[in-house]
T-cell receptor
Framework: GAGVSQSPSNKVTEKGKDVELRCDPI?????LYWYRQSLGQGLEFLIY????????KSGLPSDRFSAERTGGSVSTLTIQRTQQEDSAVYLC?????????????FGSGTRLTVV | AQKITQTQPGMFVQEKEAVTLDCTYD???????LFWYKQPSSGEMIFLIY??????QNATEGRYSLNFQKARKSANLVISASQLGDSAMYFC???????????????FGQGTILTVHP
C-alpha cells in the first residue's frame, strides 16, 4: 500500500480482556517496529522485526505483550489481560532497511483505552 | 545506553520568524544517526530531516536545517520562516549503529510542543 496502515484506529476494551492490534507495512519494507506513546510522552520502543523474525524484543514491558509478523508483511501486536496502564497509542513503523537514512514511515496508530 | 534530551517542553514563535528546537544526546558510539520528526495534533509522525554522525555538512531540507555540533553532542532543529502549520510536537531521535545485537532502533526524546502565533 501507499503507507503504513494500522487497525483499528481506536479500541476501547475492558480490563482483563485480550486485544490484537494490526499493522500493514509498506510493501517491500523489511524492517518493522512497534512503539508505544502514552499521553503527552515520547515514544517507547517495543519490538523490532526483520522479515518474520524479531531479533529485538527488549522493549516489551511484560509477558502479556507479544507480537508476530507473517509473510514478511502484516504484524499483529497482542496484549493479554489488559491493564489500565496499557492505555496508550500504539504506533507501527516500517522502513526499507534498518539503516535507511529516511527513518521510518509511521502509521496513524491505534489508540487503546482500557476501562 | 543511548539517551536523547529535549529540554524545551514548549516553544512559541511568531509567524515568519525562525525558531530553534534543542536536542542533546548521549552515546558512546562513533557511528549513529540523528532524526527529527513532526507530530501534528492528528497524531501521525512525519519524518523531517536526518544527520549522520560522519556527515560534515549540516543537513537541510527546505525550511528545516539541523545544527549539528558533534563535540557538544547537540542536534538542534532550525525552522526558518515559521508557518501556522508548523504548530506541532517535534521529536528528536537517535539511531544506534547496526551490528551485533544492535538493530538500529530509534530512541526518541520527550518532544517539544511548538506553537506558531499569527
Amino acid at each position: 500500500g501507499a503507507g503504513v496502515s494500522q487497525s483499528p484506529s481506536n479500541k476501547v476494551t475492558e480490563k482483563g480482556k485480550d486485544v490484537e492490534l494490526r499493522c500493514d507495512p509498506i510493501s517491500g519494507h523489511t524492517a518493522l517496529y512497534w512503539y508505544r506513546q502514552s499521553l503527552g510522552q515520547g515514544l517507547e520502543f517495543l519490538i523490532y522485526f526483520q522479515g518474520n523474525s524479531a531479533p529485538d524484543k527488549s522493549g516489551l514491558p511484560s509477558d502479556r505483550f507479544s507480537a508476530e509478523r507473517t509473510g514478511g508483511s502484516v504484524s499483529t501486536l497482542t496484549i493479554q489481560r489488559t491493564q489500565q496502564e496499557d492505555s496508550a497509542v500504539y504506533l507501527c513503523a516500517s522502513s526499507p532497511t534498518a539503516d535507511s537514512n529516511y527513518g521510518y514511515t509511521f502509521g496513524s496508530g491505534t489508540r487503546l483505552t482500557v476501562v | 545506553a543511548q539517551k536523547i534530551t529535549q529540554t524545551q517542553p514548549g516553544m512559541f514563535v511568531q509567524e515568519k520568524e525562525a525558531v530553534t528546537l534543542d536536542c542533546t544526546y548521549d552515546t558512546s558510539d562513533q557511528s549513529y544517526g540523528l532524526f527529527w520528526y513532526k507530530q501534528p495534533s492528528s497524531g501521525e509522525m512525519i519524518f523531517l530531516i536526518y544527520q549522520g554522525s560522519y556527515d560534515e555538512q549540516n543537513a537541510t531540507e527546505g525550511r528545516y536545517s539541523l545544527n549539528f555540533q558533534k563535540a557538544r553532542k547537540s542536534a538542534n532543529l532550525v525552522i526558518s520562516a515559521s508557518q501556522l502549520g508548523d504548530s506541532a510536537m517535534y521529536f528528536c531521535a537517535m539511531r544506534e549503529p547496526l551490528g551485533g545485537t544492535s538493530y538500529g532502533k530509534l530512541t526518541f526524546g520527550q518532544g517539544t510542543i511548538l506553537t506558531v502565533h499569527p
